[in-house]
């Protein structure tokens, strides 16, 4: 709880609609106290005064009465008849929406029924109705507006309650013979009143606005009464000759409504837990680059990562999701970094073309170079234009990863002609051709298909196809198979080594499982807590590891190239890469560690082609 | 498609029928005789027997209610006794110009909204989001009906740029430039709270459609950020911003009441404060249901059009 104010505090705007709100509640909480004119006497003598005038600091209004104690008067009323009309809703429409979430069945869909036909109404046209029949005057003005806001909390609280009615401890209540009455009241009550309460408080100034709103038609309060509503509609008739009469009750209901809109958006965000997070965050066009040096190597490959690092910024604490990676993958060769989720081989792989989402992620240092050039350091522009064209991905999970609004045609096309300003017809016959080369059946009609109205494996092959489409030099695949069952994956690997025995491609190729690394990859590099344990030729590797970790996710495949695919069973977790302990990130999880493996930095090393991140490694990588 | 439509169409007829009957309920809580509560000062003996004839009002309420959608359905809406003259015809008379404020403020929100939704959220953080933000909260925190008296002072009074009121010149007006000089504050002032709010509802929809995966597809094909932006992610986040616009679509309708009060626009809001305060109340319950009934369609074109957007809801 005080953790929720200290945040609706820190929203400077929701403290100040606070303050606002808190204030005008007090003034007309205490203005019968305090030493006003009399509302209603009307002196003719003195209509329509200004503002600052003696006695009558706001002016008078059309009949001469002091606008000062009218608008506070006026003030009390509005808020009044708000709030009990936003009680009155949430009570209604929450019993409501408890008995026909509790009982369910015929009640429930009768009941909801009903709400949906009064939700089909424009509100206020019902409101207006409401009015007709009952008769203008204050209290039918609230009984209206209380009316059509119960729809709003029945629906919600109907919501909550049939989640809650299905849990264990309704049960347990209904078992011990408990009364629906009881367990209504004892049990559910409880536990939907918050929910009730924040949608009080953000309809209340709704409602302030609504009663206000028919008491300016003429259809709320009826003189001498009035609220802000009707000082505002009866001072329209002199809104030319005296606007100062119009203006101080339209200012006060714009205040009142502004501060609750001010607090209510803070209370929202207040309990918004992505909000802190900052998952609500824009991802900008590429990943913020923040490093102090750029690392000088000779080219080693068509591409070369060396020493990056990528964190995540979140709040004040940093995750070190890449730590210190350098890798390098050549013409026709095929990489596969290997590592359990969190591992951080995903990031190293988006880090690439800058597709890290920032924020949270920044890469803060090391360079990713392509044939060269350093992509960290590329204008937008420059990265974009390489981007699919030199360097291209494929994603896990299609359905996700392509757009569901868009044809697969037009992705297809879309992605040729970001590069080239092909005609379409070309373009697309380009398209077609792609998708005959991932060997997908009936092209042409699949050009028209939605990415849902496909199968997984055949999607993937679409996400293959507009990988290559542009005949790019390197291809990060970050775990395109994932998704799919054995015998597809088997097709989609076997797809991706043909098409880089043919065409030449470098692929970096993520993936958690041995495996598929084994049936693909020339050479391999295993992440662990966002640094690269161990690495070499696929073959040596498989045959010999060298670190306890490699041998455990080895071990893990019981057959290589089949069989079940799973990490499960490395005992432990992988740590959270905030807090890294010192020395050997493995050692919590290591039957060999020592008391040296928990001490200091431990170096990637080893005799070339192979290097291992341990103390204590399996035999010594020859 | 056609199929989909049609469904939408049937499915609309339990929805209209469930207004007649709201609306019937409502009406029937008029204390007192019926007859005489609709003619009110001209309920003479006659009268009410004549009226009492023709719609019923002596039987039990559910006959009275099928006689009454009977009418209806037959174009028959009653007469209003205030004005002496058809239901229908009056409605229809004032119904166009309540469309020409609605429709127009309809698409003034519609377009604001969505614009400053996107760039709301494609600079989320920056100052035009701070500025867009801070306008948008003003927006959808001011009454419209004061939002437009204040526009009559500054724009027609001290400025005397546009018209206090009315739709068209009493003299040498009439033309569509005429229409469009009056239109122009009360369609705004009738848009702000809307437009207030689907802003803040697209800018949230992008937002979120902004750390889809497929928006990190189309980057990494290098698609350009303004066409990420404005095809990728805005036609995702329609999909979720139709349906605000549908709703809002109801409250412009009916917060046309306030704007017609203010700009003495002949519409069918002032047409009903006018009816309910001279409690003609056949012109009331005409009016409301045919109103709603507008808004039933209006929405089964959102439907429609969500449809064609989303290949994924026809399946
Ligand atoms: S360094 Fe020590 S703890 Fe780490 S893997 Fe090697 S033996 Fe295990």
Same mark, same amino acid.
């Given at each position: ?10 929203? =400077? ?18 203005? !019968? ?56 809703? /949430? ?6 929406? $408890?008995? /026909? ?31 007709? &029949? ?101 001072? =329209? ?121 920032? !924020? ?67 373009? =697309? ?5 792609? +998708?005959?080369?991932?060997? $997908? ?17 055949? =999607?993937?092959?679409?996400?293959? &196809? ?81 670190? !306890? ?17 799973? +990490?499960? /069973? ?33 170096? +990637? ?18 | ?13 339990? #929805? ?50 099928? @006689? ?42 519609? @377009? ?15 100052? *035009? ?5 801070? %306008? ?33 010149? @009493? ?85 046309? %009441? ?25 012109? %009331?319950?005409?009016?409301? #249901?045919?109103? *709603? ?6 929405? @089964?074109?959102?439907? %429609? ?11």
């Amino acid at each position: 709880m005080s953790g929720f104010l200290k945040l609706l505090l820190r929203n =400077r705007l929701a403290a100040l609609g606070g303050v606002v709100i808190t204030g005008i509640v007090a003034l007309a909480l205490v203005t !019968p106290l305090l030493p006003l004119q009399p509302p209603d006497v009307t002196n003719t003598a003195e209509r329509f005064a200004r503002p600052f005038s003696p006695g009558h600091l706001l002016g008078t209004d059309n009949l001469g009465r002091d606008l000062l104690s009218r608008l506070l008067l006026g003030t009390r009323l509005s808020l009044a008849v708000g709030t009990v009309a936003a009680l009155g809703a /949430a009570v209604t429409g929450s019993a409501i929406g $408890i008995v /026909a979430g509790y009982f369910g069945g015929r009640t429930d869909n009768v009941i909801m029924r009903l709400i949906d036909m009064l939700m089909a109404f424009p509100y206020i046209l019902l409101a207006l109705a409401i009015v007709a &029949a009952l008769g203008p005057g204050l209290v039918n003005a609230l009984i209206a507006v209380a009316a059509v806001n119960v729809p709003f909390f029945a629906r919600n609280i109907r919501g909550l309650t049939v989640g809650l009615a299905g849990r264990e401890f309704i049960d347990a209540a209904r078992l011990s013979g408990l009364g629906h009455t009881r367990i209504i009241l004892s049990e559910l009550l409880p536990n939907v009143l918050p929910v009730i309460v924040i949608g009080i408080s953000t309809t209340v100034g709704w409602m302030i606005l609504e009663t206000a709103g028919l008491s300016f038609l003429g259809l709320g309060s009826q003189p001498p009464q009035a609220d802000l509503g009707s000082m505002l509609g009866e001072a =329209r008739a002199a809104l030319i000759t005296a606007p100062h009469s119009s203006v101080v009750p339209g200012i006060m209901i714009f205040l009142i409504v502004m501060s609750i809109n001010l607090l209510g958006d803070g209370v929202r965000d207040a309990l918004d837990p992505r909000l802190k997070s900052g998952a609500l965050s824009r991802p900008r066009a590429a990943t913020r680059v923040a490093r102090e040096h750029v690392p000088e190597v000779p080219q080693q490959g068509v591409l070369d990562l060396q020493n990056l690092e990528t964190q995540f910024h979140v709040g004040r604490r940093v995750y070190r999701a890449v730590n210190d990676v350098s890798l390098h993958v050549k013409p026709g060769e095929c990489l596969g970094i290997i590592g359990e989720s969190g591992s951080g081989k995903s990031v190293t792989a988006l880090s690439v073309m800058g597709l890290v989402a920032s !924020p949270p992620g920044v890469i803060t240092g090391g360079a990713v170079r392509h044939d060269g050039t350093d992509l960290l350091s590329l204008r937008p522009g420059d990265l974009r234009a390489r981007r699919g064209a030199k360097v291209a991905y494929i994603f896990q999970d299609p359905l996700a990863t392509l757009h569901p609004l868009f044809t697969i045609g037009d992705q297809l096309i879309e992605a040729i002609r970001s590069h080239r300003a092909l005609p379409k017809a070309q373009a =697309r016959a380009r398209a077609l051709e792609m +998708l005959e080369a991932v060997r $997908i059946p009936n092209p042409e009609s699949r050009l028209e298909n939605y990415p849902h109205e496909m199968s997984g494996g055949m =999607r993937q092959r679409v996400g293959i &196809a507009m990988a290559m489409i542009n005949e790019p030099e390197v291809i990060i695949a970050d775990e395109p198979t994932t998704a799919l069952d054995v015998t597809v994956q088997a097709q989609i690997l076997s797809l991706l080594d043909e098409l880089r025995r043919e065409r030449g491609l470098a692929i970096l190729f993520i993936t958690h499982d041995f495996g598929v690394v084994a049936q693909l990859c020339d050479r391999v590099a295993v992440m662990y807590a966002g640094r690269i344990v161990e690495e070499g030729p696929t073959m040596q590797i498989l045959d010999a590891p060298a670190h !306890p970790y490699t041998k455990r996710l080895i071990a893990c495949v019981p057959e290589l190239g089949g069989g079940r695919r799973t +990490l499960a /069973a490395i005992p432990g977790l992988p740590p959270v890469v905030d807090k890294l302990p010192e020395g050997c990130a493995f050692a919590p999880r290591c039957a060999k560690a020592q008391e040296a493996c928990r001490r200091g930095e431990i170096a +990637l090393e080893g005799a070339a082609p192979r290097a291992v991140r341990c103390l204590f490694p399996e035999e010594a990588p020859t | 498609m056609t199929g989909y439509i049609l469904r939408r169409l049937v499915s609309a007829i339990p #929805v209209l029928l469930g207004i007649t009957v709201i609306v019937f309920l409502i009406m029937a809580m008029i204390p007192g005789d019926p007859a005489t509560a609709i003619l009110g000062s001209y309920a003479t003996p006659e009268n009410v027997a004549r009226i009492n004839a023709s719609l019923g009002l002596d039987k039990p309420l559910v006959q009275r209610y099928f @006689i009454w959608l009977g009418h209806m359905l037959t174009g028959d809406f009653g007469r209003s006794y205030a004005l002496n003259r058809p239901v229908l015809d009056e409605i229809l008379d004032r119904f166009s110009a309540t469309m020409v404020l609605a429709g127009t403020s309809f698409v003034l929100c519609a @377009i604001l909204g969505v614009l400053a939704g996107v760039v709301s959220a494609a600079r989320q953080y920056g100052w *035009a989001d701070r500025a867009i933000t801070f %306008v948008v909260l003003i927006g959808i925190s001011v009454p419209s009906f004061f939002l437009g008296m204040m526009m009559i002072l500054i724009f027609a009074v001290r400025l005397k740029w546009l018209p206090v009121s009315g739709m068209y010149a @009493i003299y040498g007006g009439g033309d569509l430039a005429d229409l469009a000089r009056h239109l122009a504050m009360p369609a705004l002032a009738l848009a702000a709270v809307a437009t207030g709010v689907i802003a803040r509802m697209a800018r949230s929809a992008m937002l979120e459609v902004l750390r889809q995966d497929y928006i990190r597809t189309a980057r990494a094909k290098g698609v350009s950020e303004t066409r990420v932006v404005l095809r990728h992610a805005l036609k995702a986040a329609m999909v979720s911003i139709l349906p605000v616009l549908g709703l809002q679509a109801g409250f412009v309708l009916s917060g046309a %009441v306030y704007i017609e009060m203010v700009f003495q626009w002949p519409g069918v809001g002032r047409m009903l404060v006018d009816a309910i305060l001279k409690r003609d109340i056949l012109l %009331v319950q005409g009016g409301v #249901v045919f109103v *709603a009934a507008c808004y039933v369609v209006f929405n @089964i074109a959102v439907d %429609v059009v969500q449809g064609l957007l989303d290949p994924r809801i026809k399946a």
